[in-house]
């Protein structure tokens, strides 16, 4: 760009301008001057040459850095006049921009297109400094009036006004995140020396750590898996440049990100960091970036949902709908955390008790998420048998307290994989406990033609002996209660609360044992006929094919239960026959002693 100037009042502001002049004029075609950089270019040196004749200058904080360096570049000092330029732009920097939140972010937004400049004039440092000292200081211990952001006693520039006056004070919100959203916007090389900055001004590290997630979703689009396109399009565009950032750019941006994270459980939320894995696989990030994120997700699964696991499998191979193998690795790594915490077993007390331990309720917790996301992924007939069957192992036992979950997720697959061998399915169905079913669960397993023999068969033992022992249990709270009731039959009048309640108690007590005996002879039927369909399988190949079937699927244990009434009933019988026989006989003998004596 051309510009037609005086050159006396240029000289009399510039050093080098001075010289410039001083070698021009002494060719004969003119005094025409090539000055090939300016800090800040073609619009700062108009502002500068408006300086230089005499033109008020409003100087604010989207042009003073331009103008500080490119006052410093021209040798604009108080040698060439009082009142220069640099002595202009310095004490605007000092007295209204470093005593201003919003000031100071300006000035750090414009110094990418004059970096070097600002780093040797330390504008950056500066800047920084003062915007960590207010991300650290409440400015009512200063007795300054706060206002929240946008309120009228606001200055254009985001100070708090007082009586009309700047105060410096950023504008207070009560939550202590309230520069995040003010700090993405600036490049990543200064946001990392801002982040340090406040280290060091102690502010606590899971507030630091907060800021990250605001900063990585302006950068990167699809973090947000409910983000729209025109959202994405929006805020992945930074401040200051025209395009979006390539992959690769993307891809060493989140590396970046990614050594920023804090290894401490809980400082960073874990959707978050399901979200940079997420993107870190589409990227093609580093093996280390990605286990880094695993690791990181390892120690704080329990706060995890099922929406966060369901990852697709992004591989060339497409082998599997969902990334399997990427939970199992977490898995792993929050169990091995929760077995140097100290909670890898349940301690039990000298009587028996359960005595809880501090990660048993997180284990819990991951646990219910595995069996959610096995039974999420069981329907990929994709997914080979030993994938499933080894996740849904990796879960410790006393992680379980019951298995309907399990058996919903195997139900699930054996009957999305119907073509599994017999032995395939029962060494599936090992994994459930029985002993630990629900009472429905375990009425939908004995219905359930998908499981092997061998399993309907313990769910039936396991089922009734649990029916038996909860009716014995009832039997004894309800003595319990009769005791009571008689012993305090002569203290306690029959009109007061105490034995309204206990009588209450004991009738919702006899409708439970009812329902309970019920049931029990419900199941003793279904054994019965169960027992009755083997044998008559059995006589048609002899009885020896009856043993035979009974000792392959365990079915003697069960008979022999199952038939522990008839036989007793059957020796009452015998026995009452042979008393009666015996009574007979004697009878007879009397009878004839007598007709042999009247003879």
Same mark, same amino acid.
């Given at each position: 760009m051309s510009f037609h100037l005086h050159k006396f009042p240029l000289l009399s502001r510039s050093g080098i301008m001075e010289r410039l002049i001083a070698e021009a004029s002494k060719e004969e075609e003119g005094c025409v001057i090539n000055l090939p950089y300016i800090p800040g270019g073609a619009k700062t040196f108009e502002l500068v040459a408006k300086f230089c004749y005499g033109v008020k200058l409003e100087l604010t904080a989207a042009n003073v850095a331009y103008l500080r360096c490119a006052a410093e570049h021209l040798e604009m000092t108080e040698e060439y006049g009082e009142g220069n330029l640099i002595s202009l732009s310095e004490s605007f920097l000092n007295q209204v921009v470093f005593r201003n939140w919003k000031d100071c972010l300006k000035v750090l937004q414009t110094c990418d297109d004059i970096l070097p400049h600002a780093e040797e004039l330390q504008i950056i440092r500066r800047c920084i400094d003062s915007m960590a000292l207010k991300a650290s200081t409440d400015p009512n211990l200063f007795g300054w009036p706060v206002m929240e952001h946008g309120g009228p006693m606001q200055s254009p520039?985001?100070?708090?006004?007082?009586? /009309?006056? +700047?105060?410096?004070?950023?504008?207070?919100?009560?939550?202590?995140?309230?520069?995040? !959203? %003010?700090?993405?916007?600036?490049s990543f090389p200064i946001y990392k020396r801002l982040i340090s900055a406040m280290e060091s001004r102690g502010i606590k590290q899971e507030i630091i750590s907060g800021s990250l997630p605001f900063y990585?979703?302006?950068?990167?689009?699809?973090?947000?898996?409910?983000?729209?396109?025109?959202?994405?399009?929006? #805020?992945?565009?930074?401040?200051?440049?025209?395009?979006?950032?390539?992959?690769? %750019? $993307?891809?060493?941006?989140?590396? *970046?990100?990614?050594?920023?994270?804090?290894? $401490?459980?809980?400082?960073?939320?874990?959707?978050?960091?399901?979200? @940079?894995?997420?993107?870190?696989?589409?990227?093609r990030a580093s093996p280390s970036c990605i286990a880094n994120l695993e690791r #990181?997700? /390892?120690?704080?699964?329990?706060?995890?949902?099922?929406?966060?696991?369901?990852?697709?499998?992004?591989?060339?191979?497409? *082998?599997?709908?969902?990334?399997?193998?990427?939970?199992?690795?977490?898995?792993?790594?929050?169990?091995?955390?929760?077995?140097?915490?100290?909670?890898?077993?349940?301690?039990?007390? !000298?009587?028996?008790?359960?005595m809880g331990s501090p990660s048993l309720t997180p284990v819990t917790m991951v646990a219910k998420i595995i069996d959610g996301y096995l039974a999420e992924v069981a329907p990929d007939i994709n997914l080979k048998l030993p994938k499933f069957q080894s996740l849904a192992a990796a879960v410790p036992d006393y992680g379980r307290p019951? !298995?309907?979950?399990?058996? #919903?997720?195997? %139900?699930?697959?054996?009957?999305?994989?119907?073509? @599994?061998?017999?032995?395939? #399915?029962?060494?599936?169905?090992?994994?459930?406990?029985?002993?630990?079913? +629900?009472?429905?669960?375990?009425?939908?397993?004995?219905?359930? *033609?998908?499981?092997?023999?061998?399993?309907?068969?313990?769910?039936?033992?396991?089922?009734?002996?649990?029916?038996?022992? +909860?009716?014995?249990?009832?039997? @004894?709270?309800?003595?319990?209660?009769?005791?009571?009731? $008689?012993?305090?039959?002569?203290?306690?009048?029959?009109?007061?609360?105490?034995?309204a309640t206990a009588v209450r108690e004991n009738q919702v007590l006899k409708v439970?044992? !009812?329902?309970?005996?019920?049931?029990?002879?419900?199941?003793e039927k279904e054994c019965s006929n169960m027992r009755q369909e083997i044998e008559k399988l059995g006589r048609g190949k002899g009885s020896s094919a009856w043993g035979g079937v =009974?000792?392959?699927?365990?079915?003697?244990?069960?008979?022999?239960?199952?038939?522990?009434?008839?036989? =007793?009933?059957?020796?009452?019988?015998?026995?009452? +026959?042979?008393?009666?026989?015996?009574?007979? %006989?004697?009878?007879?003998?009397?009878?004839?002693?007598n007709q042999s004596s009247d003879g």
């Open positions: 520039g985001g100070s708090v006004l007082w009586n /009309g006056i +700047s105060t410096g004070a950023r504008p207070k919100n009560s939550r202590s995140d309230w520069w995040y !959203d %003010d700090v993405s916007t600036l990585a979703k302006r950068y990167l689009p699809g973090l947000s898996r409910r983000q729209s396109a025109s959202e994405s399009s929006n #805020r992945f565009t930074p401040v200051g440049m025209g395009a979006p950032p390539s992959e690769e %750019d $993307q891809k060493l941006f989140l590396e *970046e990100i990614d050594h920023l994270l804090p290894m $401490q459980k809980g400082l960073v939320s874990t959707k978050f960091l399901f979200g @940079l894995l997420r993107t870190s696989m589409i990227l #990181r997700i /390892g120690m704080q699964l329990d706060q995890a949902t099922l929406e966060d696991l369901l990852m697709p499998n992004f591989s060339h191979t497409m *082998e599997t709908l969902y990334n399997v193998e990427c939970v199992q690795r977490i898995l792993e790594h929050f169990l091995a955390m929760d077995q140097v915490t100290g909670g890898a077993s349940p301690c039990s007390m !000298d009587d028996g008790q359960l019951l !298995d309907d979950g399990l058996y #919903r997720a195997i %139900d699930i697959y054996l009957k999305s994989h119907p073509w @599994l061998a017999e032995s395939d #399915r029962e060494q599936l169905c090992r994994l459930i406990d029985c002993q630990k079913l +629900s009472l429905e669960a375990c009425t939908h397993a004995a219905q359930n *033609e998908r499981l092997p023999l061998r399993i309907i068969v313990q769910v039936l033992f396991f089922e009734q002996l649990q029916l038996r022992t +909860s009716i014995a249990g009832c039997f @004894l709270v309800s003595d319990n209660l009769e005791g009571s009731r $008689q012993l305090r039959s002569g203290l306690m009048a029959p009109n007061e609360g105490g034995w439970g044992m !009812d329902s309970m005996r019920m049931r029990v002879s419900e199941l =009974s000792k392959k699927f365990g079915f003697k244990i069960k008979s022999q239960m199952c038939s522990a009434q008839e036989g =007793s009933v059957s020796n009452q019988n015998n026995s009452g +026959s042979v008393k009666a026989e015996k009574a007979k %006989d004697k009878q007879h003998g009397k009878h004839k002693k």
